[in-house]
C-alpha cells in the first residue's frame, strides 16, 4: 500500500496517470511560433483544458537540446480525465455485483460457453483501462529506465497477489482457513493475466523511442505512430490464432475424487481446430505447462446443457454426462492471455487518442468509430460461426465485441463525467477507481466477508453476513434472489465506496 501526500503526488508518474494535481512544465528560452502555453490555447478545441501532449512533447524535445537555457519552471494546473478512474470502478462494481449475485441471477453470471453475459465483461474493461492508463502515465517518464523500474516490482506485485489470492491459500469467506497444498495451487488467476498484459504493453511503451511518436496525429497516423504496439498485438493475434487452429490435440486423462474413490476418466480427441470445451488447443496448451492439477477446478462449462439438466444454473450432473464436465479447466491459462495482449492494445491506443487529439469531437469520433467496428466484426464472427465470441477461450471476436463494448462505455462516460462535467454521481466509482487494488484484495475476493463470518454467535453458520442478508433484504423482498442482488449492491458496492472516499480524502492509494 501507498500512501502519498499532495506533494508527493506530484512526482509520482503513477499519481500523474493523467495530471492528478498539478503537473510542472519546463517552457526552454526559445521562440518557436508552434509552442502555445496559454490557457486559451489550451482550451481553443473542444473546451478541453488537458493541454496537448504534442506540445509537451515538443516541450521536452527542445529542453532536451537546450538543457543549458531554461526558464525558471512554470506550474500549470492540469485536470485529471475523471472517466480513467470512474471506468475502473465500474469495472471493479461488476466483479462485486456478479461474484456474489451471479448464482442468484445466472443471466449475469459467465457464459458457459459459446456466447456472452455481464460477467464476461470484467476482464476485458480491466485490461482495456489498463491500457489506457498506461499510454498516460508513461508520457510522463522521460527514462527507460525509469519506466523499467517501475514496471518490473508492479508486475511482480500483481503476480505475488494473484497466486496468493486465486491460487488456493484463501478459503474466504465460506471456510475460515488458510493455506493450499502445493500440489493443487493454481498458477493462473484474473491478476496473473493482467501482469502479463501490463508487463508487455507497458514494456513496448516505455521501450519505443519518443521521437517515432511525434508526428502529426490524424484518423490513420495515430496508428502508424504507433506501429509497433500494432504489430506486438498483431503477433499475439498470430501466435493465438495460429496455436488455435493448427495444434494437434490428442487424447487426454484426469482423475476426481468421487464417491470416496479416486476415479479416472479419459477424453478422446484426436483433432486440430476444435473449439468446443474438451479438445481445445487453449485447455491442452495450459494443461501441458502448467499440469492438469495446476488449473481451474470448478470451470463454468459444467453448467452446459450437455451437463446438467439445471442449466444454465449450476446442477447435479446428467446421467449421460461427457466425462469433460467433471475436468478442471483454466480460464485464464497462458494462450488465452497471448490473445488477452491485443485488449490491452486496443486500450493503449485509446490512451494515445487521448494524448494527441485536443479536442472532445476529435477524440470521440476515434473511439466510437473503432468501437463500433470492432463490434461489427464481433457480431460478424460470432453469427456466421467463424469464430465465436467465447471468454473462456478468449477467441478474437470475444476480443472484439468487448474492447469494441469498453470503447462506448468509456466514450458515455467521457462525455457524461469530462464534456458535460456530471462527476458527482460517479464520485463513488472513481474513488472506488482509485483505490481498486484494495477493493479488489478486501471484497472481490471475499477477505473483507470472510473477516465478518469469523463472528458469528452460537453457530459458525450464524454470522452477520448472511444474517443480515436472510432476515433484511430476503424477508423484506420475499425473494432470495432479489435479497441476495441488493444486499450485494448496499452492503458491498456501498460500504467500499464509504471507504475508499475516506481513503481518498486521507491520500491513500493502492491501485490495480
Same mark, same amino acid.
Not at 44 to 52: E, K, L, N, R, V
Not at 332 to 351: D, F, K, P, V
Not at 445 to 474: A, C, M, P, R
Not at 490 to 506: D, Y
Given at each position: $500500500?501507498?500512501? %502519498?501526500?499532495?506533494?508527493?503526488? $506530484?512526482?509520482?508518474?503513477?499519481?500523474?496517470?493523467?495530471?492528478?494535481?498539478?503537473?510542472?512544465?519546463?517552457?526552454?528560452?526559445?521562440?518557436?511560433?508552434?509552442?502555445?502555453?496559454?490557457?486559451? %490555447?489550451?482550451? %481553443?478545441?473542444?473546451?478541453?483544458?488537458?493541454?496537448?501532449?504534442?506540445?509537451?512533447?515538443?516541450?521536452?524535445?527542445?529542453?532536451?537540446?537546450?538543457?543549458?537555457?531554461?526558464?525558471?519552471?512554470?506550474?500549470?494546473?492540469?485536470? *485529471?480525465?475523471?472517466?480513467?478512474?470512474?471506468? *475502473?470502478?465500474?469495472?471493479?462494481?461488476?466483479?462485486?455485483?456478479?461474484?456474489?449475485?451471479?448464482?442468484?441471477?445466472?443471466?449475469?453470471?459467465?457464459?458457459? +460457453?459459446?456466447?456472452?453475459?455481464?460477467?464476461?465483461?470484467?476482464?476485458?474493461?480491466?485490461?482495456? #483501462?489498463?491500457?489506457?492508463?498506461?499510454?498516460?502515465?508513461?508520457?510522463?517518464?522521460?527514462?527507460?529506465?525509469?519506466?523499467?523500474? =517501475?514496471? #518490473?516490482?508492479?508486475?511482480? =506485485?500483481?503476480?505475488?497477489?494473484? &497466486?496468493?489470492?486465486?491460487?488456493?491459500?484463501?478459503? %474466504?469467506?465460506?471456510?475460515?482457513?488458510?493455506?493450499?497444498?502445493?500440489?493443487?495451487?493454481?498458477?493462473?488467476?484474473?491478476?496473473?493475466?493482467?501482469?502479463?498484459?501490463?508487463?508487455?504493453?507497458?514494456?513496448?511503451?516505455?521501450?519505443?523511442? =519518443?521521437?517515432?511518436?511525434?508526428?502529426?496525429?490524424?484518423?490513420f497516423t495515430i496508428f502508424t505512430a504507433?506501429?509497433?504496439?500494432?504489430?506486438?498485438?498483431?503477433?499475439?493475434?498470430? #501466435?493465438? $490464432?495460429?496455436?488455435?487452429?493448427?495444434?494437434?490435440?490428442?487424447?487426454?486423462?484426469?482423475?476426481?475424487?468421487?464417491?470416496?474413490?479416486? *476415479?479416472?476418466?479419459?477424453?478422446?480427441?484426436?483433432?486440430?481446430?476444435?473449439?468446443?470445451?474438451?479438445?481445445?488447443?487453449?485447455?491442452?496448451?495450459?494443461?501441458?505447462?502448467?499440469?492438469?492439477?495446476?488449473?481451474?477446478?470448478?470451470?463454468?462449462?459444467?453448467?452446459?446443457?450437455?451437463?446438467?439438466?439445471?442449466?444454465? &444454473?449450476?446442477?447435479?450432473?446428467? =446421467?449421460?454426462?461427457?466425462?469433460?464436465?467433471?475436468?478442471?479447466?483454466?480460464?485464464?491459462g497462458l494462450l488465452s492471455s497471448i490473445?488477452?495482449?491485443?485488449?490491452?492494445t486496443i486500450g493503449i491506443h485509446y490512451?494515445?487518442?487521448?494524448?494527441?487529439?485536443?479536442?472532445?469531437?476529435?477524440?470521440?469520433?476515434? +473511439?466510437?468509430?473503432?468501437? &463500433?467496428?470492432?463490434?461489427?466484426?464481433?457480431?460478424?464472427?460470432?453469427?456466421?460461426?467463424?469464430?465465436?465470441?467465447?471468454?473462456?477461450?478468449?477467441?478474437?471476436?470475444?476480443?472484439?465485441?468487448?474492447?469494441?463494448?469498453?470503447?462506448?462505455?468509456?466514450?458515455?462516460?467521457?462525455?457524461?463525467?469530462?464534456?458535460?462535467?456530471?462527476?458527482?454521481?460517479?464520485?463513488?466509482?472513481?474513488?472506488?477507481?482509485?483505490?481498486?487494488?484494495?477493493?479488489?484484495? $478486501?471484497?472481490?475476493?471475499?477477505?473483507?466477508?470472510?473477516?465478518?463470518?469469523?463472528?458469528?454467535?452460537?453457530?459458525?453458520?450464524?454470522?452477520?453476513?448472511?444474517?443480515?442478508?436472510?432476515?433484511?433484504?430476503?424477508?423484506?423482498?420475499?425473494?432470495?434472489?432479489?435479497?441476495?442482488?441488493?444486499?450485494?449492491?448496499?452492503?458491498?458496492?456501498?460500504?467500499?465506496?464509504?471507504?475508499?472516499?475516506?481513503?481518498?480524502?486521507?491520500? #491513500?492509494?493502492?491501485?490495480?
Amino acid at each position: $500500500m501507498k500512501v %502519498a501526500t499532495e506533494s508527493s503526488a $506530484m512526482e509520482d508518474p503513477k499519481r500523474l496517470e493523467e495530471g492528478l494535481g498539478h503537473s510542472t512544465a519546463l517552457v526552454p528560452n526559445i521562440d518557436d511560433k508552434n509552442i502555445h502555453l496559454s490557457e486559451k %490555447a489550451g482550451k %481553443a478545441d473542444g473546451g478541453d483544458d488537458i493541454h496537448s501532449e504534442k506540445e509537451e512533447t515538443a516541450h521536452d524535445h527542445l529542453v532536451a537540446e537546450h538543457g543549458g537555457d531554461r526558464q525558471p519552471e512554470v506550474k500549470q494546473k492540469s485536470r *485529471r480525465v475523471a472517466t480513467l478512474d470512474a471506468f *475502473r470502478g465500474l469495472t471493479i462494481v461488476l466483479m462485486i455485483l456478479v461474484d456474489d449475485a451471479g448464482e442468484a441471477y445466472p443471466r449475469i453470471d459467465h457464459s458457459p +460457453w459459446n456466447g456472452c453475459t455481464l460477467a464476461d465483461f470484467v476482464m476485458p474493461f480491466f485490461l482495456f #483501462i489498463v491500457g489506457v492508463a498506461i499510454a498516460l502515465a508513461f508520457k510522463r517518464i522521460p527514462k527507460r529506465r525509469d519506466a523499467v523500474t =517501475k514496471i #518490473i516490482p508492479r508486475t511482480l =506485485k500483481l503476480l505475488f497477489w494473484g &497466486v496468493l489470492l486465486q491460487g488456493g491459500y484463501s478459503h %474466504a469467506p465460506g471456510d475460515l482457513a488458510y493455506g493450499v497444498d502445493m500440489k493443487l495451487i493454481r498458477w493462473c488467476g484474473i491478476l496473473q493475466r493482467i501482469a502479463l498484459v501490463y508487463m508487455v504493453v507497458a514494456l513496448l511503451e516505455a521501450l519505443i523511442p =519518443k521521437n517515432s511518436q511525434s508526428t502529426e496525429p490524424d484518423h490513420f497516423t495515430i496508428f502508424t505512430a504507433y506501429r509497433w504496439q500494432w504489430v506486438a498485438g498483431f503477433i499475439s493475434f498470430v #501466435i493465438y $490464432m495460429v496455436t488455435t487452429f493448427a495444434l494437434y490435440v490428442p487424447d487426454w486423462s484426469f482423475t476426481v475424487d468421487q464417491d470416496l474413490e479416486r *476415479r479416472r476418466y479419459t477424453v478422446e480427441c484426436r483433432m486440430r481446430g476444435h473449439l468446443g470445451p474438451a479438445c481445445n488447443a487453449v485447455g491442452y496448451v495450459d494443461r501441458e505447462i502448467w499440469g492438469i492439477n495446476h488449473l481451474y477446478r470448478y470451470p463454468v462449462w459444467s453448467r452446459l446443457k450437455a451437463c446438467t439438466l439445471s442449466s444454465p &444454473v449450476s446442477g447435479p450432473l446428467r =446421467k449421460d454426462a461427457p466425462s469433460w464436465c467433471l475436468a478442471p479447466f483454466e480460464p485464464e491459462g497462458l494462450l488465452s492471455s497471448i490473445s488477452a495482449i491485443l485488449s490491452g492494445t486496443i486500450g493503449i491506443h485509446y490512451g494515445h487518442v487521448l494524448i494527441h487529439f485536443k479536442s472532445h469531437v476529435e477524440r470521440l469520433k476515434q +473511439w466510437v468509430s473503432m468501437g &463500433v467496428i470492432l463490434l461489427i466484426v464481433a457480431i460478424i464472427l460470432h453469427f456466421t460461426d467463424a469464430i465465436p465470441i467465447n471468454k473462456q477461450l478468449y477467441s478474437f471476436s470475444y476480443v472484439c465485441f468487448t474492447a469494441g463494448a469498453a470503447g462506448i462505455v468509456f466514450s458515455g462516460f467521457y462525455i457524461l463525467i469530462d464534456v458535460w462535467g456530471l462527476r458527482p454521481p460517479f464520485l463513488f466509482l472513481e474513488w472506488i477507481g482509485m483505490n481498486a487494488m484494495l477493493v479488489y484484495v $478486501m471484497a472481490a475476493q471475499g477477505i473483507f466477508e470472510g473477516f465478518i463470518n469469523g463472528w458469528y454467535y452460537k453457530s459458525s453458520d450464524n454470522t452477520l453476513v448472511y444474517w443480515i442478508q436472510e432476515h433484511v433484504f430476503n424477508d423484506v423482498w420475499h425473494s432470495e434472489r432479489a435479497g441476495t442482488l441488493l444486499y450485494v449492491i448496499f452492503a458491498q458496492i456501498t460500504f467500499w465506496a464509504v471507504v475508499s472516499g475516506v481513503l481518498h480524502k486521507l491520500g #491513500i492509494y493502492w491501485k490495480l
